[in-house]
């Protein structure tokens, strides 16, 4: 962290199925006001982190 108190960001790009990608859209647009998709995928992974940290994922894999 650098004296100015900003946490640094680091990006990275990911790909998603169309479904998927309409599905984030759509729940972004439907926020009140509405969020940017960037916003809404960084507050589901932060969350995803919160739930999991210290945990064994339990991934589905066929």
Known sequence: M???GKTEMR???ISLEA???EELKD???SQRP???LQYTVRYALLR???ENR???LKLDIE
Request: neutral net charge.
């Open 2 to 4: 650098s004296g100015t």
């Open 54 to 56: 210290g945990q064994q």
């Open 11 to 13: 990006r990275f790009t």
């Open 48 to 50: 995803f982190l919160d």
């Open 27 to 29: 729940i972004a647009a």
């Open 34 to 36: 509405p969020l940017t």
């Open 19 to 21: 479904s998927a990608y």
